[in-house]
Nanobody, 118 residues
Framework: QVLLVESGGGSVQAGGSLRLSCVGS????????THWFRQAPGKERERVAA????????YYGDLVKGRFTISRDNAKNTVYLQMNSLKPEDTAVYYC???????????WGKGTLVTVSS
């Protein structure tokens, strides 16, 4: 069993920054990559970033490349998503997830809301 707890969401103006954190527990958290997804109102959930356990491999969605950075501190069982140059279209609930790939997710966090105003 894996427990994922996200934090760091909030409201920010366009151009601002936020850092999301995902604290994980359980063995599976260490076996699979960690992903960040987001879901805006009325839209499908999309993956924005992912990172391998070692941190050596990362993935970014096209809409966030160059603005978001994913990282992890395994000593703290924490994965971060640094979000810079935020845009109103980044407004969504952001979820942390663990799984082999974007389509094979084993566990989800409950999400944290990010609101970007223009």
């Amino acid at each position: 069993q894996v427990l994922l707890v996200e934090s760091g969401g909030g409201s920010v103006q366009a151009g601002g920054s936020l850092r999301l954190s995902c604290v994980g527990s359980g063995r599976t958290f260490k076996d699979y990559p960690t992903h960040w997804f987001r879901q805006a109102p009325g839209k499908e959930r999309e993956r924005v970033a992912a990172i391998s356990w070692s941190g050596s491999t990362t993935y970014y969605g096209d809409l966030v490349k160059g603005r978001f950075t994913i990282s992890r501190d395994n000593a703290k069982n924490t994965v971060y998503l640094q979000m810079n140059s935020l845009k109103p279209e980044d407004t969504a609930v952001y979820y942390c997830a663990v799984g082999k790939s974007a389509v094979v997710i084993e566990y989800w966090g409950k999400g944290t809301l990010v609101t970007v105003s223009s």
